[in-house]
């Protein structure tokens, strides 16, 4: 195993107990398992893949808003296969659920969060709007 290699699963072993204590929350608020495990797809995707795909690798906790547009409007819509207008919505439901419980637990900075947050309810639409311009492009008039 080489040394990114490493790193990646140093990562994704540091942000696996994130993802259980979230559920544990979903669940303890009376969410159905089916609504936890996307959340928690949701957030593991943009976590586990996006933010060790390019340098500097990074864990969940250290996200920021500089990740949040370039993962909704352009790298989810290219990398995952079931990307589409209600894929978006969905995570976006979930990071905020997830980085809203992220603040509250004191794994990150209320400012950072404030700042995700912000961005995730101005530019909703727009994300949005780039699923669907991209779905549109992909598939055309079938």
């Known amino acids: 195993m080489d040394d990114y290699d490493q790193q990646v699963a140093a990562i994704h072993a540091y942000n696996a107990p994130f993802y259980e204590q979230f559920a544990a929350w979903l669940a303890a ?3 159905s398992e089916r609504t936890i495990r996307t959340h928690v797809e949701n957030v593991q995707f943009f976590a586990d893949e996006f933010l060790t795909y390019y340098e500097p690798l ?3 906790d250290e996200a920021d808003v500089s990740d949040v547009g370039p993962f909704l409007s352009d790298w989810f819509l290219r990398k995952a296969v079931w ?3 209600s894929a978006v919505r969905s995570t976006i439901a979930s990071f ?3 980085f809203r ?3 509250q637990q004191g794994h990150m900075d209320a400012g950072a969060v404030a700042e995700i947050l912000l961005d995730l309810k101005e ?3 727009e994300y949005i709007e780039d699923a669907e311009a991209y779905e549109a492009d992909l598939f055309g008039d079938w």
Do not use: A, H, I, T
């Open 29 to 31: 608020s009376g969410l």
């Open 123 to 125: 530019n909703r639409d």
């Open 101 to 103: 419980w992220m603040e």
């Open 96 to 98: 905020k659920k997830f």
């Open 58 to 60: 990074r864990r969940v």
């Open 83 to 85: 990307s589409s207008p």
